[in-house]
């Protein structure tokens, strides 16, 4: 309406009866940094060093590629140790190859089995690189800066970390730990034991627990969340895997070979076995391979095609090698959990809400954990002097393979025990923060105080019918605060400032069920 009147005449004037409302910010977006076999964007510009968000596997493998080749080298075992792989009478072990092996794919496809929604990767290196240089540390640590620019990240995972050195992996942990905690307060990070995979031996030298506890530190515990052990995966399939996963054929060779000569088969059988193993070593693209009595240029197509079908005649004439390619893909799909978690908590979050607890959940394409944990053994785990308390992943019977934990690593404090408290408070917070904006400026009076006092209680108060917040009824499960003499002094509103209190009573999962049972008398 005009600010004067002064023409007669009818004039509408409309004013607004409600005040704004908070929207809830997304709660389960995480942000992998690891190394990928290509980095492009859609316009095929590098990516490298660049957040981009996907928002399913496919996705994944337009920007960044597939999996990376592991290979793994095939050793004779000493004696008295137990092998991988016996061929021969003869044990081997398997142990990956150096600059061989990358975390990340694998893990995003963990992630989305779990239930994965929108992710953001950040590729810091291609497989070239690794198999030129290793992993580096620094790569990774740099690859996290590029998200402080990016406010939707919930979760912070390097899986790749894992392959560093020790004392790499701590220094990557740690700053994790201060980009969750410190610099950004919105996200937490989600972090595995290094060498996972191993029992506990209780010893302050070699326990993984113990290390890990001490490679975490003692700053940001609240927003840091760690998982032991290692889960044994479904992941990588069959059709995944053939010998060009093993470094050093001549070795493979000589132990089907032996394998062979020891057994019964008749001599033409052993001749025509030891011809398709002597088959294994296919010229390098570019070089020659005789067809048909004839010498052909091989291609990568013609290379490719005379691998699978090598793997699929070996498979089904040697028996030691059938074993030593189910021993290959299950050391592949050994992985850490925090990727499932991760997933874990998108479909907690989609189904419950981000105030429920990401625990008593199956994960999904897991067939088992690394290490067998008992109740027992849980108890260091979950609760310990120094408060850094580390989820377990246990297997129960007829049950499957379940999460049982949910707790930060800072588990000694009242305030931030569980995972579900701090994620919901970070959800409270960036989603008031943003509606909160819509006021700065405006005048520091009653009636904005109202309209934020308002804005807020709506908000909470439709979180405590949804049992985000405990209580048996609104103003038992929270307070808003804002006024002049209630949050503020004039001071305050001549320098500007106001000031709203919001006090909430988050929900905490019962972690301890405790049932007393007490005979009762007869009366009849």
Known sequence: MPSTLKTPGVYIEEKNAFP????????????????????????????????????SLAEYDTHFGGAIKTKYTLTEAEEGAEGDFTSGGTDYTLAAAEKTEALLYNSIRLFYENGGGAA?????????????????????????????????????????????????????????LQHCGYKMRNRVALLDVYEGYKQRTYDEETDVITKFREDVGSDYLDFGIGYYPWIKTTVVQNSE???????????????????????????????????????VLVPEVGGTITVNEEDVTVTKEIKEKTIRTEHQKLLSMSPPYKELMKEVREKMNLLPPAPAMAGVYTMVDNTRGVWKAPANVGLASTVGAAVSITHDEQEDLNVTLSGKSVNAIRSFVGEGVKVWGARTLDGNSQDWRYINVRRTMIFLEQSIKAAAKAYVFEPNDANTWVLMKGMLSNFLNNLWKQGALAGSSPGEAFQVLVGLGETMTSND??????????KV???????FIVITFQQKMQES
């Open 20 to 55: 704004n409302s908070v929207v809830g910010i997304p709660t389960a977006v995480p942000a992998f940094i690891g190394y990928t076999e290509k980095a492009v964007k859609s316009g095929g510009k590098s990516a490298l060093n660049q957040p981009v968000i996907i928002t």
């Open 120 to 176: 953001w990767v950040i590729s810091v290196g291609t497989y070239k690189e690794v198999a030129d240089g290793g992993i580096q540390a620094e790569k990774l640590t740099n690859g996290i800066e590029p998200l402080v620019r990016e406010l939707e990240p919930t979760m912070l995972l390097i899986p790749d970390a894992l392959l560093l050195e020790h004392e790499d992996f701590t220094s990557v942990s740690k700053a994790m």
């Open 241 to 279: 895997v053939n010998y060009e996963n093993i470094d050093n054929l001549d070795k493979l060779q000589e132990a089907l070979k032996a394998e062979v000569t020891n057994s019964s088969m008749k001599e033409e059988a052993k001749t025509a076995v030891n011809a398709e193993i002597d088959a």
């Open 493 to 502: 509103i001549l320098d500007g400032i106001m000031r709203i209190t919001v």
């Open 505 to 511: 009573a988050i929900t905490r999962p019962a972690e």
